[in-house]
């Protein structure tokens, strides 16, 4: 893992206030607080950038973002909530490890995030289209659903707990 701050999160080298912590991730509250309540959410697996994780590793990234993103909705209440994954330093990537910022959104927050928009002819669009489709790996292979295991009938599970219902007396025969 190349060494930067993140990886020294990761590894708990350096003190931080974290938020939250599972398999694949950790999240700090930003040093940087670009506004209240902002999140930086770390893969901790070894990678630099967000196509250099595996597949599983992506979910399991974005899965705490989202939960990240729905505890600070019920925390700050905030107006809206954006999330940036940069990848490279010409996506904003400052730090060279896989993490997603995600921010709670307040009316006049002064945060900008503008870009020119072009207009493209639909034939381009297209092409485009096209050309990513080509180059689209394929869908993972899912494994086959697993079978669910089979409850032990209600006697056994009764005898297992130690509530054995008291055995029924057989009627005696007429002769």
Known sequence: M????????????????????????????????????????????????LLDLEESHVAGLFRAAHRIARALRETFQPAGITIIQPNGPAGWQTVPHVHIHVLPRYAKDGVTLAWDRGMPLADDLDDLAKRIRA???????????????RTAPKAAADEADGDTPAPKEKAAAAD
């Open 2 to 49: 190349p060494d930067n701050v993140f990886r020294q999160i990761v590894t708990g080298e350096i003190p931080v206030t974290r938020v939250y912590d599972d398999e694949f991730a950790v999240a700090v509250m930003d040093a940087g607080q670009v506004t209240q309540g902002h999140v930086v959410v770390i893969a901790k697996a070894s990678a630099v950038t």
């Open 135 to 149: 180059n689209m790996p394929a869908p993972p292979k899912e494994e086959p659903p697993r079978k669910k295991k």
